[in-house]
Protein backbone atom coordinates (compact mmCIF):
# COMPACT_ATOMS: atom_id res chain seq x y z
CA UNK A 1 0.00 0.00 0.00
CA UNK A 2 1.60 3.67 -0.76
CA UNK A 3 1.29 5.98 1.29
CA UNK A 4 2.60 9.48 0.76
CA UNK A 5 2.66 11.40 4.78
CA UNK A 6 3.28 14.96 4.90
CA UNK A 7 4.64 16.89 8.31
CA UNK A 8 6.36 20.07 9.09
CA UNK A 9 3.33 22.36 8.57
CA UNK A 10 2.37 24.77 11.42
CA UNK A 11 1.83 28.82 12.33
CA UNK A 12 4.65 30.93 11.40
CA UNK A 13 4.87 34.82 11.08
CA UNK A 14 5.46 36.85 7.97
CA UNK A 15 8.91 36.53 6.80
CA UNK A 16 9.90 33.19 8.37
CA UNK A 17 10.37 29.75 7.22
CA UNK A 18 8.90 25.99 7.36
CA UNK A 19 10.41 22.79 5.92
CA UNK A 20 7.73 20.29 5.19
CA UNK A 21 8.89 16.75 4.79
CA UNK A 22 6.78 13.88 3.18
CA UNK A 23 7.37 10.26 4.38
CA UNK A 24 6.85 7.78 1.33
CA UNK A 25 6.40 3.87 1.54
CA UNK A 26 5.22 1.24 -0.41
CA UNK A 27 6.96 2.36 -3.82
CA UNK A 28 10.43 3.33 -5.37
CA UNK A 29 10.57 6.68 -4.87
CA UNK A 30 13.36 7.59 -7.13
CA UNK A 31 11.04 6.25 -9.91
CA UNK A 32 8.44 9.16 -9.04
CA UNK A 33 8.29 12.42 -10.48
CA UNK A 34 7.59 14.02 -6.83
CA UNK A 35 5.70 17.90 -6.60
CA UNK A 36 4.05 19.97 -3.87
CA UNK A 37 0.79 21.48 -4.28
CA UNK A 38 -1.34 23.79 -2.14
CA UNK A 39 -4.73 24.74 -1.67
CA UNK A 40 -5.92 27.64 0.06
CA UNK A 41 -9.36 28.24 1.17
CA UNK A 42 -11.80 28.66 -1.77
CA UNK A 43 -9.15 28.64 -3.90
CA UNK A 44 -8.30 25.62 -6.47
CA UNK A 45 -5.29 22.92 -5.75
CA UNK A 46 -2.35 24.90 -7.40
CA UNK A 47 1.68 23.21 -7.77
CA UNK A 48 4.40 24.58 -6.47
CA UNK A 49 7.13 22.76 -6.90
CA UNK A 50 8.22 19.87 -8.63
CA UNK A 51 11.51 17.74 -9.67
CA UNK A 52 12.30 15.28 -11.90
CA UNK A 53 12.78 11.65 -11.27
CA UNK A 54 16.65 12.31 -11.67
CA UNK A 55 16.57 15.43 -9.41
CA UNK A 56 18.01 17.34 -11.82
CA UNK A 57 15.44 19.35 -12.94
CA UNK A 58 13.34 21.57 -10.80
CA UNK A 59 10.11 23.63 -11.24
CA UNK A 60 8.95 26.66 -9.31
CA UNK A 61 5.50 28.67 -9.00
CA UNK A 62 6.19 32.08 -10.02
CA UNK A 63 4.40 33.27 -6.73
CA UNK A 64 7.35 30.91 -4.78
CA UNK A 65 10.47 31.23 -7.21
CA UNK A 66 13.59 32.21 -5.25
CA UNK A 67 11.41 31.50 -1.73
CA UNK A 68 11.03 27.60 -1.87
CA UNK A 69 12.93 24.64 -3.13
CA UNK A 70 11.86 21.24 -3.59
CA UNK A 71 14.59 18.91 -2.69
CA UNK A 72 14.20 14.55 -2.84
CA UNK A 73 16.36 11.91 -0.99
CA UNK A 74 15.19 8.51 -2.66
CA UNK A 75 17.63 7.12 -0.45
CA UNK A 76 15.18 7.94 2.95
CA UNK A 77 12.40 7.87 0.78
CA UNK A 78 11.45 11.36 1.45
CA UNK A 79 10.89 14.85 -0.33
CA UNK A 80 11.01 18.08 1.04
CA UNK A 81 9.82 21.88 0.88
CA UNK A 82 12.24 24.21 2.17
CA UNK A 83 9.88 27.86 2.35
CA UNK A 84 11.48 30.94 3.57
CA UNK A 85 10.65 34.33 3.14
CA UNK A 86 6.57 33.52 3.91
CA UNK A 87 3.92 35.56 3.27
CA UNK A 88 0.16 35.74 4.05
CA UNK A 89 -0.48 34.52 0.65
CA UNK A 90 1.33 31.27 1.00
CA UNK A 91 -1.08 29.73 3.68
CA UNK A 92 -2.77 27.03 2.36
CA UNK A 93 -2.44 22.71 2.87
CA UNK A 94 0.17 21.75 1.12
CA UNK A 95 0.16 18.57 -0.51
CA UNK A 96 2.81 15.91 -2.01
CA UNK A 97 2.00 14.01 -4.95
CA UNK A 98 4.11 10.85 -6.89
CA UNK A 99 3.61 10.26 -10.26
CA UNK A 100 4.97 7.57 -12.65
CA UNK A 101 3.54 7.61 -15.38
CA UNK A 102 -0.82 6.65 -14.70
CA UNK A 103 0.17 6.03 -11.32
CA UNK A 104 -0.54 8.85 -9.39
CA UNK A 105 -0.21 9.18 -5.23
CA UNK A 106 -1.51 11.57 -3.03
CA UNK A 107 -0.64 12.94 0.81
CA UNK A 108 -3.32 14.03 3.49
CA UNK A 109 -1.97 17.49 3.54
CA UNK A 110 -0.26 19.72 5.98
CA UNK A 111 -2.08 22.73 7.14
CA UNK A 112 0.54 25.97 6.76
CA UNK A 113 -0.31 29.21 8.16
CA UNK A 114 1.16 32.80 7.89
CA UNK A 115 0.20 34.94 10.14
CA UNK A 116 0.80 38.72 9.75
Known amino acids: QVQLVESGGGLVQTGGSLRLSCAASGLTLQDYHLSWYRQAPGKERELVAT????????QYADAVKGRFTIKRDDGESMVYLQMSSLKSQDTAVYYC?????????WGQGTQVTVSP
Open 97 to 105: HARLRGDVY
Open 51 to 58: IDDYGWRE
